[in-house]
């Protein structure tokens, strides 16, 4: 493996509800926080409304310039669940019933009523595609090649990703180490662009808060070598208590 | 005002910090929601990294195709702040230093340790920008035509709402009523679907859950129009109870 490659992944989460604000949205972080464990960064992430030509589009730009393509949302039964058929276009594939989907909905709902033409309509994936586990509802996640198209419900998802882990080719995770401390980012501006310069192969990140009437912030270093981490947290550590501020070895 | 025109909004959240995983976005509902009662929809959002390049192409791509456009976060003094820099880039102007971003940050910084190079990056704007009041923290957000520039931090992006409020021409809000019902949204699918198409303007969306060992769904009726609104929700209502489901005239 080649752990010098960084490996790419982008989200598209489908849904009205989302961008209406009736619904906050939890799978960007969690996906976020599980690609980075598999060794693939989630490079870029798109919110777009219940409508085809839009997800098409989506579809063709992300999974050409990544590795990987997830989407989630829009795989239920009703009419506003188009997720399938659209990538189905923009694969430039039909749609087709899987029969091992279909079996496991005849199994799920055997004793919950049969499976009725809407429930069959979760048994329905673009051509060539397999299937990702659901121990939750039955319905199961489909993956298309480099395209995985998971449930919008986010405990749902988060089987899905749980049945799709170390199954995907990564490289070395992104790491972080997060130095907080009790000073106001502007204060140290200059002293964290040079730190960063100093230290090839760590990125700092700086993240300012309010609290209990004092300004701080947390700085966050990140890196796929864990002894250059080390090494810019203790330089950035060393920094800022020459300056008299209390720093802290974790995020406050 | 011609209220059957449909003003659409983009919105990029700015910040590697989102894409890890490591903070969770609050601004996607929160702009959504603020978005509607504007008479603006939020039509699409990314999620971009700390990347100039990906910033300004996703600038010039959304901007292009909605009314309005909004970015939130990379607005600090720090050297991981770029979106004034790649929005004047996306712009095709320089960045320049606002007398007023200038002289508010001068009387904000007064007590606070005095205004440093540093700070001062916080009154860099693109050419032509004016700004947008921050009542918390002096820096202003930035306003450039129909780009809106704001503070990724959740409570000083809420402040800068509140002072565009009202400012920005729209339509009529899209209006929702909610019909929850204990049922599996498969089992009415076509109730639906059949329901949205007898009732032109309105969008049905099925929010399905699962609670206390039992599955319901909530069912989203979005119109521009209130008495459409009312008539489609009413017969939907009706109809579910004459299948003997329990309904309520609220989301469950």
Not at 28 to 55: F, K, S, Y
Not at 128 to 154: F, Q, W
Not at 237 to 250: Q, S
């Amino acid at each position: 493996m080649d752990s010098s490659r960084i490996w790419t992944a982008a989200l598209i989460v489908i849904g009205d509800e989302i961008l209406s604000g009736r619904t906050a949205d939890k799978n960007v972080q969690q996906i976020g926080l599980w690609l980075n464990l598999q060794g693939i960064r989630l490079a870029e992430v798109r919110v777009v409304p219940d409508v085809t030509a839009v997800i098409v589009e989506a579809v063709q730009a992300l999974s050409a310039r990544n590795d990987y393509l997830f989407t989630t949302g829009g795989i239920g039964p009703t009419h506003d669940d188009i997720t399938v058929d659209a990538i189905a276009e923009a694969l430039g594939v039909p749609v087709v019933v899987h029969p091992d989907a279909r079996a496991i909905l005849e199994r799920y709902y055997e004793t919950r009523g049969g499976l009725t033409d809407a429930r069959l309509r979760m048994a329905r994936v673009p051509e060539g595609a397999t299937l990702i586990e659901n121990r939750m509802s039955g319905a199961p996640g489909i993956r298309h090649g480099r395209i995985h198209i998971l449930a919008g419900v986010p405990h749902i998802t988060a089987m899905m990703l749980e049945a799709l882990s170390g199954t995907l080719e990564g490289g070395a995770p992104l790491l972080s180490r997060t130095v907080g401390a009790w000073v106001a980012e502007s204060e140290v501006a200059e002293l964290l662009q040079h730190t960063e310069k100093a230290h090839p192969g760590c990125q700092i990140g700086s993240y300012p808060f309010f609290r209990d009437g004092r300004v701080g912030a947390n700085f966050v270093i990140r890196s796929v070598d864990a002894d250059r981490l080390d090494a810019c947290a203790g330089d950035l550590t060393a920094a800022l208590e020459a300056l008299g501020i209390t720093v802290a070895a974790d995020a406050i």
